[in-house]
């Protein structure tokens, strides 16, 4: 049942998945070359326009999820490019799940509530959940107090710190990545897209240094696939640290003039990780092998006034170099 009470057809799965191939947005590349049909009244069929053993493990993806076509088309809702139910959405529930949105502000807090009509296998346990939005290190403090239940995010230092006594950790392995990439547009930086100057950064980049700044429990991936996940490659294939041949590739590169820029987000931590700590250290490593870069901090989302998010000359974001675990923090249950 949706949370006005409507049941979920196979009419709504069929609207929801047609729609986000249709608007162009970011998730849409989740369903490339896939089309959507109604079977019957409970049989949606799914076909791929080549081979996709991966398909049924994309369809939970948070961007799939199956909406109230009727609520969302009387609010802009369309399966093309015309679909104006974004700012509808973004602040009000269409789906079917254990809890409603009451409340939502980015900068601080978003607000569950229970949905009265979930006839989901196992219902709601809390009234109304409230998911801040802190930093780490506020995280842990709010959990020692007692102003929270649960602390997401931490590092394994943070978790390290804590009284396990008063509360219990859990922690598992995670596939968010880290990775640096370079601009290839030779239009945007003549320096990133060249392919010697590329190898040098690669050669100097120091993965065991860059763990240590991770924390306990981090591992290098060999390549973008996390090391959880089917198709990573082995760890014998993960790239090392090579100054010498950093040097030499730089100089073969001939580069010159301005050093580029290092853009990363100045107020966003992943798992407990810090960017600033991140670029930091990896504006050392590639000094060493004499590679200049000059660190752009910013607020996330980015909004470079200058070249612009698609002209970043380099940057860092989540997505290879450094797994982390995801440690999560709740007090303990009391004991007789």
């Known amino acids: 049942m949706f949370s006005d009470g409507s049941p979920v057809t196979a009419d709504d799965v069929v609207f929801s ?13 989740l369903l490339d070359g ?4 109604k079977k019957d009244d409970t049989t949606v069929v799914l076909t791929s326009a080549e081979p996709n053993a991966a398909l049924p493990f994309i369809l939970p993806n948070p961007a799939l999820s199956v909406v109230n076509s009727e609520v ?7 399966t093309d490019e015309q679909d104006g139910a974004e700012q509808f959405l973004n ?6 799940g254990p809890y409603t949105l009451e409340s939502l502000d980015v900068a601080s807090q978003a607000v569950l509530a229970r949905n ?9 346990a809390y009234e109304k959940i409230v998911i801040r939005n802190v930093q780490a290190a506020t995280q842990v403090l709010n959990v020692q107090k007692g102003d929270s239940q649960i602390a997401l995010d931490l590092s394994g230092d943070q978790v390290s710190g ?3 006594g008063e509360l219990t950790v859990t922690s598992g392995a995670s596939a968010y990545t880290i990775f640096l990439f370079l601009n290839q547009g030779a239009d945007i930086s003549a320096t990133t897209s060249n392919p010697q100057y ?13 763990l240590q700044v991770a924390g306990e429990g981090s591992v290098q991936p060999a390549g973008m696939i996390p090391t959880m996940i089917a198709g990573s490659l082995p760890a014998a294939d993960a790239p090392k640290q090579d100054l010498a041949g950093a040097t030499a590739a730089l100089a073969a ?11 990363y987000p100045s107020d966003f931590t992943l798992l407990g990780l810090s960017f600033q700590t991140l670029a930091e250290r990896l504006q050392a490593q590639l000094a060493a092998a004499g590679i200049t870069v000059d660190l752009a901090p910013a607020p996330w989302p980015p909004s470079w006034t200058t070249t612009g998010a698609a002209r970043r000359r380099s940057g860092s974001g989540t997505g290879g170099r450094t797994s982390r675990t995801r440690p999560t923090t709740s007090p303990s249950p009391p004991t007789a």
């Open 17 to 29: 998945l047609q729609r986000v191939i249709g608007v162009k947005g970011n998730p849409s590349f």
């Open 34 to 37: 896939v089309t959507v049909e």
């Open 72 to 78: 969302v088309t009387a609010n802009g809702g369309t």
């Open 91 to 96: 602040t009000t529930s269409a789906g079917s």
């Open 116 to 124: 009265p009509t979930y006839n989901g296998p196992a219902k709601p």
């Open 162 to 164: 804590l009284d396990q």
């Open 198 to 210: 590329v190898s040098a950064v690669k050669k100097a980049i120091d993965p065991a240094g860059l």
């Open 253 to 263: 590169s001939g580069v010159s003039g301005a050093p580029p820029k290092l853009a």
